[in-house]
């Protein structure tokens, strides 16, 4: 088994910045690929980005240039670094893994408000 815990939001400006973390514990080896997504009540979770334990990294659109996706393999914790936040980025972001192509894991999310 593996939990994730996700922790960093909060209420920011528009045009700041936050960082997200997740921790992961547990059975972690094996191959592994991370993920953020983020949900606004009443729509869809959202994929944004997402890195492989050989760190490549891939963003959704609405990420790219903006926010950065990151992992600390010692301390098995998972980064997103957001600058310029809009209004737009405001939702509950979740940590997501899948080891070894089979095994889903889901984070309890943390809530980002972007707001003036």
């Known amino acids: 088994q593996v939990q994730l815990v996700e922790s960093g939001g909060g209420l920011v400006q528009p045009g700041g910045s936050l960082r997200l973390s997740c921790a992961a514990s547990?059975?972690?080896?094996?191959?592994?690929?991370w993920s953020w997504y983020r949900q606004v009540p009443g729509k869809q979770r959202e994929w944004v980005a997402r890195?492989?334990?050989?760190?490549?990294?891939n963003y959704a659109a609405s990420a790219r240039g903006r926010f950065t996706i990151s992992r600390d393999n010692v301390k098995n914790t998972m980064y997103l670094q957001m600058i310029m936040l809009e209004p737009e980025d405001t939702a509950v972001y979740y940590c997501?893994?899948?080891?070894?192509?089979?095994?889903?894991?889901w984070g309890q999310g943390t809530q980002v408000t972007v707001s003036s």
């Open positions: 997501h893994l899948v080891k070894n192509g089979v095994h889903v894991y």
């Open positions: 547990g059975s972690i080896s094996g191959i592994n690929v």
């Open positions: 890195i492989s334990d050989s760190g490549n990294a």
